[in-house]
């Protein structure tokens, strides 16, 4: 037991020393979101390399809620002008979520060679977690379900960042937001942003909302910012501290999976993203057609990442966040609706092939 204790924090320590240096390394490039990218990245590779970590997870309950309120600063009353338009961007995006499933689904059937139930749910743009219990309910093979949505998540938030980045020249220099210091909240804002961190989670589990270690700070921070009730976020050295353990967490995840040991995954898993990530491109140009959004905001509204991710992508180069975590979080509750019932189709239809 003392042992696993040992390496428990042995893992936590390098861990941070690498979340560290990859955040100086982003911040040194010039990379958009440099405290949440370059964790992310530096734990990912050295895991994969066979370095044995362990994530700062537990800090996740923290992490979240500081995200959520932080994101909720980006909902002003504007927004409401947008409503009409952003209704017929939500109405396209179950289209776009049966099309990139089809895509993958074939990748994964007639090139990886993956059972049904596993091509299924690895092709699904839902969440990991939600993805994982569903395709381990019909037999799907859970390592392998996990390992597509981890890789996906890795490369679609790398991919659009160095997009961002180098193609359009968005750094995170030139889409710096204002320093906001604990001194600069009065103690009303601040018992009301604090409120919004820890009631949030419960008010969003009453309600049964998606992702509600995030999604309810968000909701009641975006609640307090439409009424003028508060203006400014959290202080900026608790967003970046939230952005770093959620970045090494996501890279941490892979720890235990080497490239020598799943290499034919990975790659797959790569594949597939890339695939993935067409099609969401794809679709915003469709969207930029038809509803007239920002093909940026459209790109990340549709980009198959994980809704944290690309919200605080968003906010990190000045898009809408109310728009991109809104299409995220209907793509996801879409996808826990959709996915069983489509499901049973496409079962029903192959044994009728059969």
């Given amino acids: 037991m003392l042992r696993n204790l040992i390496d428990e924090r042995q893992g936590y320590s390098i861990s941070f020393a690498l979340g560290l240096g990859g955040a100086l390394a982003a911040l040194w490039a010039g990379l958009p979101l440099p405290w ?44 409401f ?21 089809v895509v993958c689904y074939g990748y994964y059937r007639k090139i990886a060679g993956r059972d049904r139930v596993t091509s299924y749910f690895a092709s699904m743009p839902g969440g990991l977690s939600d993805m994982v219990l569903l395709g381990e309910a019909y037999g799907g093979d859970v390592r392998q379900i996990a390992l ?15 997009f961002f980045g180098y193609v359009f020249d968005v750094s995170s220099q030139s889409a710096a937001r204002p320093t906001t210091q604990l001194t600069d909240l009065g103690y009303v804002e601040g018992i009301v942003l604090v409120l919004c961190a820890i009631a949030g989670p419960a008010f969003a589990r009453f309600l049964r909302i998606p992702a509600p270690l995030m ?54 898993g790569l594949a597939a993203a890339v695939l993935a990530l067409l099609c969401s491109a794809l679709a915003a140009f ?37 728009y991109v975590s809104l299409c995220h979080t209907f793509r996801f509750a879409f996808v826990m609706f959709a996915s069983p019932i489509l499901y049973q189709i496409l079962r029903t239809k192959a044994g009728q092939a059969d």
Avoid at 293 to 311: K, V
């Fill in 36 to 79: 949440f990218l370059g964790p992310m990245i530096a734990n990912a590779a050295a895991a994969i390399a066979g370095v044995r970590l362990k994530g700062p997870d537990f800090l996740r309950p923290i992490a979240l809620p500081i995200l959520g309120v932080m994101l909720g600063t980006a909902f002003h009353s504007e927004i």
């Fill in 81 to 101: 002008g947008h409503v009409g338009t952003w209704a017929i961007s939500f109405a396209l995006l179950p289209a776009y979520v049966i099309g990139t499933s």
């Fill in 148 to 162: 597509s949505h981890s890789v996906r998540i890795l490369v679609v938030v790398t991919a659009v960042a160095l």
């Fill in 215 to 268: 999604l309810g700070p968000l909701i009641l921070s975006a609640l307090a910012h439409l009424t003028a009730v508060a203006e400014l976020g959290p202080p900026t050295v608790l967003s970046l501290a939230a952005q770093f353990v959620l970045g090494a967490g996501v890279g941490a995840r892979f720890s235990g999976i080497t490239f020598a040991s799943a290499a034919g995954n990975l790659l797959h």
């Fill in 286 to 322: 469709a969207v930029v057609a038809i509803a007239g959004i920002d093909f940026f905001e459209g790109f990340l509204g549709y980009a198959p990442g994980g809704m944290m991710e690309m919200s605080i992508l968003a906010l990190a180069i000045n898009q809408s966040v109310a």
